[in-house]
């Protein structure tokens, strides 16, 4: 039997998380560079506790992370929770670790008075949808866009 942990991203765990960002982007077909996003990530997770980060480790290897914010909702009038990255290897999956971390990130927006807990996912990710809709989430269309801060229109 797999045994499994839940818990708090550590400093010693940023070259593991690094390595599942990446499989990460490469599962969602995108791209990632991971130039300077190190040394960004911890500043983000440690010092300005912008961002916080669990990871699954399974036999003492770090396997998996959701990362999360705390955001507020102007249609809502509410905090709610935006979690930005769920990702769990191939092997890990199936095996009621995804449903574990909702329940957690439930419980943490109870706690939190948050009204609901967002994010988005691929619509290619037809696992990660059939996921989500067994735990009880419900879908919004809609599309994502980006402006790079840099560019000029």
């Not at 449903?99 to 996912?121: D, F, H, S, V």
Request: proline share 1%; aromatic share 12%; with cysteine.
């Amino acid at each position: 039997m797999m045994k499994h942990m839940i818990r708090s991203l550590q400093a010693e765990d940023l070259d593991s998380l690094m390595a599942l960002i990446q499989e990460h982007a490469d599962y969602e077909r995108s791209s990632f560079n991971p130039s300077g996003k190190r040394e960004r990530l911890e500043n983000a997770i440690f010092l300005s506790k912008k961002l916080h980060c669990w990871v699954v480790e399974s036999n003492g290897r770090v396997e998996g992370f959701v990362s999360f914010t705390f955001d507020y909702s102007t249609w809502d009038a509410a905090d709610f929770i935006y979690m930005d990255c769920l990702y769990l290897r191939e092997h890990l999956r199936g095996a009621g670790i995804g449903t574990e971390i909702l329940q957690r990130l439930r419980l943490l927006a109870l706690q939190k008075g948050c009204k609901n807990i967002q994010w988005q996912t691929p619509v290619f990710n037809e696992s990660g949808i059939r996921f989500y809709e067994k735990n009880g989430a419900q879908s919004s269309r809609k599309v994502r866009f980006f402006l790079d801060a840099k560019s000029e229109a």
